[in-house]
């Protein structure tokens, strides 16, 4: 198995970034051929995928979120990160990493989640 872990930073204000790491146990973030991505749900919404970093390091990101985020990666500490700026309400949601076997798809390891509540 390849737990894989977020943490964060709860409550987040109106116009802050927000910031997730998501730790990977059991595996490497640089083995091919996976990618690692973030995908959130809002309250009463669907899934909504945010963007991914592959094995080799390349970004892909949701073309509605593109100009907000930043999907980063830690191969010495097996970590990867979000950063989601100039955040506003409607991005609260429960924010999961999650590993897939192919980009767009084939999720196969989630992480627990965890709560981001932006409010003032």
């Known amino acids: 198995q390849v737990p894989v872990q977020e943490s964060g930073p709860g409550p987040v204000k109106p116009s802050q970034t927000l910031s997730l790491a998501c730790t990977i146990s059991?595996?490497?973030?640089?083995?091919?051929?996976?990618?690692w991505n973030w995908i959130r749900q809002p309250p009463g919404k669907g899934l909504e995928w945010m963007g991914a970093i592959g094995y080799e390091g390349t970004n892909y990101y949701s073309p509605s979120l593109k100009s907000r985020t930043s999907i980063s990666r830690d191969t010495f500490g097996n970590q990867f990160s979000l950063q989601l700026s100039s955040v506003t309400p409607e991005d609260t949601a429960v924010y999961y990493c999650?590993?897939?076997?192919?980009?767009?798809?084939?999720?196969?390891?989630w992480g627990q989640g965890t709560q981001v509540t932006v409010s003032s």
């Open positions: 999650v590993r897939s076997y192919r980009l767009y798809g084939g999720y196969d390891y």
């Open positions: 059991g595996g490497s973030i640089t083995t091919s051929p996976y990618f």
